[in-house]
């Protein structure tokens, strides 16, 4: 039984955006100001020096030499800057060919325009494929970029391969041709998408490919794009640079109640900003400033993919379009801080440019992609991810809270968890599915890897390392034949016979090494909202975000919403990290995160608190702040984003190793004296201060034998 608690509404005062500064300007903008930027006190003081440095650059360099025709231009293409065509990862084709047709009927401009082609000031055709894989920057992007001012976005045209690194956030439309983000593909006549690239992970590239549709008339067509977004001073700019193989996107700020409640923390209110180590790089006059991004110059490399990259995507990806008898089941493993994650969502975004969903099997505790961490979960994926976890956190279609951010206290429950979720798959999927695993590469957690290879029907096994090296032995089939795992052991070829009857596992697989070739592979990051547990503490913000209204507005504090009221005869109280004796339980629950579970049997009470004895494996469906106890009248309150359509089925409380992030507890305006929850006179030298870490009792690997 839940009850809400009723509370007087609060009046909600108009909204009011503070986000950017609307700066008005025609023709010429001036440069951006500190605060459009919304930044750190070092970032104002870098674009005060760029302004310093605006006023005293020179005016653009013309062209020295009158503009060649573009029949002239073909005949006389360097032959250094002649590349063979090549496959995408998308599955696309690129080609350096393009046609114009001088005849066109547009403006004046255009006719003047048309027998010569400009781009980023250099005037060969022959130059434009090694042009078009350059960085837009500075003059670059006032040439490419336009700005409406009262409408709030800027348009963008970019030429083939043409690259925008940036910081911050944005929503993109494709309004022309074609652009890849993290190997999705965005085509004109698709739907806007968010992009978030915050300064706890890798910055993220906006690519131009080549157009689909080389017949098409290409002048007009952009000329009426153009014209429902820009005046006529822009649009007359814009096209000048319009070619076939260009490409139109655009470009507006976006802000949602995840934003907006992770900017209300102090120390997350820069999330979205350069960091310091790349200010220097930080492009801060362009037309894109105001909206919410940050243009990056060269210095700063986004995601970088090695050859053995590019190879693992595009075998994936083959094979998963090809005839594959069966679904497609890639397991992909490395060592910490190798790239799995971005190697996923890659393979994911590129996977979703052929069909039109992808599985997903969590088993990575720690770095978790769709959930809070602790939890392993099955999700069906069926739009692109263009940012990092904690920005498309969502509820999977199964889910079980481990409740800790590491499994090697219990191995058992770990694995029986994931074949749990894995039974929960329905047998007749074809959809390709994805497994991820922890960093955990030596002892148990390579032992684990063996047995996953074992219990799951992989088709692909996808090996990530660094430095030449795959920091434990290669998992090919001929070393599965021999190795032993904790729960498995040669010759076996799997360890459950339903998955032989279901899915008929291949008595092999295809094993792929990628080697990781970015800056800082094989070390955790060591910069602001970079290290592992800032990213824990992310995924967790973000799911406490969706208790905010989706309405624009002042962020409301957790302490202030309204809490369901839960007696404390309707549900269990479990603990899963740790032994906790009864009369304690209340004591460690209060105040905590709690997994929000259901039990098989019905739960059956005596008038007091029902405490559990033993860890279950059970479907957890979210996660709720257990905010209050009352002794007195049996009730638990509970704040949760959950529908109560589903809290209904909800009989159990679980609590485990995931802490709230401080921040939750020490930024709670309006109170007055000792803030709950909070105590600063606590020292963990005292013996037993600390918590408690309980092995179950594994044999150890010396003891099974070499592996």
Known sequence: MIMKVNKPKQVKGPAKSLKWKDVRGKRCRPPVSSSELNSSPVMARLAKEHQASVKK???????KNKAKPVSEMKNNIPQTAIK?????????????EFTMDNESNDSQDWKEYSKSIQVNGVETAGDLEYVST??????SLHCCAERDD?????????QKHQTLCFRGKCLLTCLYGRVEVMGFTIEEGQQSYPLFSPASHCPLTIRALEGSDQGRDDRTEASTVLRKYLQPGSRKKLLKRITSNSSIILLEPMETPLTRFLSSFTDLSELFNPPVMELMSAVLDTPLNGLGMVPLGPAIEGLQMSKSYKDALNMVVGACRGDMDGCAVILVCGTKNVGKSSFIRNLINNLLNHTASVDYLEGDLGQTEFTPAGCLSLSTVRGPLLGPPFTHQCTPEHMIYYGHSSYETD???YMESLKSLWRRRPRTRETPVIINTAGWVKGFGFQLLVDMIRFFPVSHVIQLGHGGVTQCPALTPEFLRTAHGSQTHPPAETAL???TESHSPPRSYTHLVVQSEFSGVGRQGTARHQRSNEHRELSLLAYLSQLQSPDPGPVRPLHSLTPYQVPHTAVALGVLHCEVVPGHMMYAANGSLVGLCCLGEKVSSRGGAVLLSQTPICPCVGFGVLRGIDMARGLYFLLTPVDPSVLRKVNCLLLGAISLPSCVLTSQPGIEGEMPYVTTDYSFDLTGAGKLRIFKGLTRPSQMGAL
Do not use: W
């Not at 063979?84 to 080609?95: D, F, V």
């Not at 350059?134 to 003059?139: A, C, K, M, N, T």
């Open 497 to 499: 016979a339903e998955f």
């Open 150 to 158: 009262r409408q709030n976005h800027a348009v963008l045209v970019m």
């Open 57 to 63: 650059k020179p005016t653009v360099k013309r062209l």
């Open 84 to 96: 063979p065509s090549h496959t995408e990862a998308n599955g696309g084709s690129a080609s350096m």
């Open 411 to 413: 191995l058992e429950r």
């Open 134 to 139: 350059s960085r837009l920057e500075g003059e």
